[in-house]
């Protein structure tokens, strides 16, 4: 069964001058333990879609949705909003861009530990708590829990304070992970570490990921399977290998063509931006 | 020949309450008119700091740096200033936002007496020509622009008074890979026709292989390895260097087996 199933997902905002769309109908879907990408630049929609799964837009005013997010056999967009907040943070948690700025500047890292399990666990003593955390941030590679549990942010470095993000979003054991583009912020040798860090994770727990992402090289590092999206439609989608391998569609092969390479050949040509980029979807077929 | 820019035995100490940090350790280098040198390295590298100290935006604790042959003075001369121009990372901060975009290039003018008054808006008007965009955005607020756009303009304003000598710092990091695209192949036309120097500080080694006539890395504040671009990447001889590139995030095989090549040289 799949973990996550997004069908037609349509969004668009009413706004005074109009209603501005915003996604037209994307669908995807996420198995147990898949890591699934989405890619594509500014303004694609992929962010939105990782913010609607969490039930973070759908409080907000002039938001217009249609379709189904089906989370576990129960469809999200039709839930009553006390039990979607009950999945946040719990079943489903997210992973942001920029772990310093995510981590409350004003709390050590041990309160704000605390409430992320007290989501799941509301009677958690502080002592129980803080084991807990420290038994956690032991698996994210730090070793000095002591340390950092009574840290503030700030104190900490930007690879310590993603695996804390990492720590965090695991801590309650969710089924469905969201990475918005986890690491970008941080140095190559760190985000290299953080990733296999997180993979060996979700593995090891069977979370599924929805990875996103608009670097095609942490998305081929990463994913198992991948959708590429742009202007708010799917443009391909399949297993990782299989698009970075032969991208299909006109946009794919232009974000490919985009990206400079580290074995040379020149700066890349300037991709015609071309009205094959709104070409219908391509699917690979998956892997036998 | 006279390197534009010389570094001698730079060092640039930071002290404050408690403890001091050595941003930069003794760093000595040239820069030849017309080359593009690539300032490689992690946060806490050192590479801003040496940004900064070119700038002028404050003096280093030792050494010297030369222009063109001449000690550059701790505290910079209008003249100095105009002969060395920046474009920075993020095109949304680094554009006055109550300034339409006609009056950031025309300030750069103005401030340092280019042309007759009555010539500068034709000026600003090349100006944008040169970087591909319309005369009309000179009218717009930089919040009506795209990110590429903006930072079109912000290159644009680093050429206005002709200087010879640009730090680009991480200047397409913050650009979507088909923009970045753009923006580079912008700069490299730039520099063939006005016959720049580039000092171009990034992160992205990628970018780097593409368009830089040498490379310099730098780890915690020194100068690990300094070599021309093939020679870097087709033998990397630092530890440093070499962790760097395994850790460049790739698309292609091509790519994937020049890393898996490194890894195991160094296993």
New interface residues.
């Given amino acids: 069964m799949n973990t996550l199933e997004i069908r037609d997902l349509r969004l668009s905002f009413r706004l005074p001058v109009g209603t501005v769309e915003v996604l037209h109908g994307i669908s995807l879907r996420i198995a147990r333990g898949e890591r699934v990408a989405l890619v594509g630049e500014s303004g694609s929609g992929k962010s939105v879609t990782a913010r609607i799964i969490l039930g973070l837009l759908q409080e907000q005013r002039g938001v217009r949705l249609a379709g189904d997010i089906v989370f576990q056999g129960r469809n999200l967009l039709r839930l009553p909003p006390r039990e979607r907040r009950a999945v946040r943070g719990t079943r489903i948690s997210m992973i942001f861009q920029d772990p310093t700025s995510s981590l409350n500047p004003v709390f050590r890292i041990a309160p704000q530990f605390r409430e992320v399990l007290a989501r799941a666990t509301p009677d958690l003593s502080e002592k129980a708590a803080r084991a807990r955390a420290a038994e956690l941030l032991d698996e994210v590679a730090i070793p000095d829990a002591a340390r950092v549990l009574d840290s503030y942010p700030f104190q900490l470095s930007g690879g310590m304070n993603q695996r804390i993000m990492i720590a965090m979003a695991l801590a309650n054991r969710p089924a469905l992970l969201l990475a918005d583009e986890p690491g970008t912020a941080l140095d190559v040798t760190i985000q290299a570490q953080t990733l296999d860090l997180m993979r060996k994770l979700v593995v090891d727990h069977g979370t599924s990921v929805l990875f996103i992402s608009h670097n095609l090289g942490v998305v081929r590092e990463f994913a198992d399977r991948t959708y590429v999206i742009y202007r708010g439609r799917i443009v391909e989608a399949g297993p990782t290998e299989a698009i970075f391998h032969d991208p299909r569609h006109a946009y794919t092969r232009a974000l490919m063509a985009a990206q400079p390479r580290i074995t040379g050949g020149g700066l890349p040509d300037i991709p015609e931006r071309s009205d094959d980029f709104l070409a219908p979807l391509i699917e690979h077929e998956a892997a036998p | 020949m006279t390197p534009i820019l010389s570094l001698r035995h730079l060092c640039k100490t930071f002290r404050t309450a408690g403890h001091e940090v050595q941003a930069l350790v003794d760093v000595s280098l040239d820069v030849a008119g017309g080359e593009c040198l690539a300032i490689v390295g ?2 806490g590298s050192g590479k801003s700091t040496l940004a900064s100290l070119v700038l002028g935006l404050y003096p280093p604790t030792t050494g010297e740096i030369l222009l063109e042959g001449r000690v550059l003075p701790a505290t910079r001369t209008l003249v100095h200033r105009r002969a060395i121009q920046l474009v920075q990372q993020n095109p949304a901060s680094a554009l006055n936002p109550r300034r339409s975009i006609g009056a950031s290039l025309r300030l750069a003018l103005d401030v340092h007496g280019i042309g007759a008054p009555a010539e500068r808006r034709s000026r600003v008007a090349a100006l944008l020509a040169d970087v591909g965009l319309s005369a009309d955005l000179a009218s717009r607020a930089p919040s009506a622009l795209s ?1 590429g756009q903006r930072q079109r303009v912000a290159i644009a304003r680093a050429l206005a008074c002709g200087s010879r000598l640009v730090v680009l710092d991480e200047p397409t990091s913050a650009l ?3 923009v ?3 923006v ?2 912008l700069l ?1 036309r730039l520099q063939a026709e006005h016959g720049l120097t580039y000092l171009f500080i990034t ?5 780097v ?3 830089a006539t040498r490379v310099a890395v730098f780890q915690r504040g020194r100068l690990v390895e300094l070599a021309a671009t ?1 020679a870097l ?1 087709t033998d990397p001889r630092h530890p440093y260097t070499r ?3 395994a ?9 994937k087996a ?2 898996d090549r490194l890894a195991w040289e160094d296993a």
């Avoid at chain 2, 992160?203 to 970018?207: C, I, M, Q, R, T």
């Avoid at chain 2, 850790?247 to 790519?255: D, L, M, Q, R, S």
């Fill in positions: 992690e946060s990110g979507d890979v088909l970045q695209a753009e580079l192949r490299a992160h992205d080694l990628a970018v292989r593409n368009i093939e990447f962790r760097l590139m850790a460049v995030p790739v698309i292609t095989e091509e790519e020049m890393r």
